[in-house]
């Protein structure tokens, strides 16, 4: 628990190399983010995650999903980790799990994910290569509500990014992990100033709906790359 009543906690799941922590921890250390990450928890042992959060004297844990009989197992186990904080915020950042209904209703409206598309456009997995194939002029990334529908939730702020002449999946992917690193913490900061709250199915920012125009984020030629 926070000792700190005022500071948002924060449990943060990962699978892998855990970028979008690294841009929550460097928000934490210039002190933009009134949040304590409380623990990092990976169903991987290697992930490099784990690494950065070490460097950043986070505690962390591992939970492997191999170790468990079936999804329900695992994600009871998990809760038990996550259910030693009070009420935290739990953050998947790249954790490669699907999860059960009742894990997902346990933490609602507690609960996010980011997921590189324009959401509802190509929920799942492969989406530059499907983003570039479909020809589409926008691409981006989405922080959205976890719900029992994969990528289904509501969605809390999007970052949109141009397709340009000439992209691949790899120079697509690497500018939209750029604007992941930029909304991700943002969100983050929202929900530590008690900004964000989800009624029914609809997001509501500062007490008011938050409406298309007002979701989409973008920077423009003259705008400094933070999530200020």
């Known amino acids: 628990m926070s000792e700190?009543?005022?500071?948002?906690p924060l449990v943060v799941l990962i699978s892998g190399n855990g970028s979008n922590l690294q841009a929550i921890i460097d928000e934490i250390?210039?002190?933009?983010?009134?949040?304590?990450?409380?623990?990092?928890?990976?169903?991987?042992?290697?992930?490099?995650?784990?690494?950065?959060?070490?460097q950043a004297n986070i505690d962390t844990a591992v939970l492997d999903h191999r170790d468990y009989p079936d999804r329900k197992k695992f994600d009871r186990a998990l809760a038990e980790l996550i259910d030693q904080f009070d009420r935290p915020l739990v953050v998947m950042a790249g954790f490669m799990r699907i999860l059960s209904d009742e894990f997902v209703n346990r933490y609602h409206g507690r609960l996010i994910n980011i997921h590189p598309s324009l959401l509802p456009k190509y929920r799942g997995l492969n989406t530059h290569q499907r983003v570039l194939a479909a020809g589409d002029k926008h691409h981006g990334a989405s922080v959205h509500f976890v719900t029992p529908d994969l990528d289904a939730g509501p969605v809390i702020l999007q970052g949109r990014v141009d397709v340009l002449a000439?992209?691949?999946?790899?120079?697509?992917?690497?500018?939209?992990?750029?604007?992941?690193?930029?909304?991700?913490?943002?969100?983050?900061?929202?929900?530590?100033?008690?900004?964000?709250?989800?009624?029914?199915?609809?997001?509501?920012?500062?007490?008011?709906?938050?409406?298309?125009?007002?979701r989409i984020f973008e920077l423009t030629p003259n705008e400094p790359g933070n999530a200020g």
């Open 4 to 8: 700190d009543s005022s500071v948002l």
């Open 29 to 54: 250390q210039r002190a933009a983010l009134s949040v304590k990450i409380e623990l990092v928890i990976s169903n991987r042992a290697d992930a490099y995650g784990l690494k950065r959060a070490r």
């Open 166 to 214: 000439g992209d691949t999946e790899d120079s697509l992917r690497r500018r939209v992990h750029e604007m992941e690193h930029l909304i991700y913490p943002r969100v983050v900061r929202w929900f530590a100033n008690h900004q964000v709250q989800l009624e029914g199915d609809s997001v509501l920012i500062a007490g008011l709906p938050i409406t298309e125009d007002k």
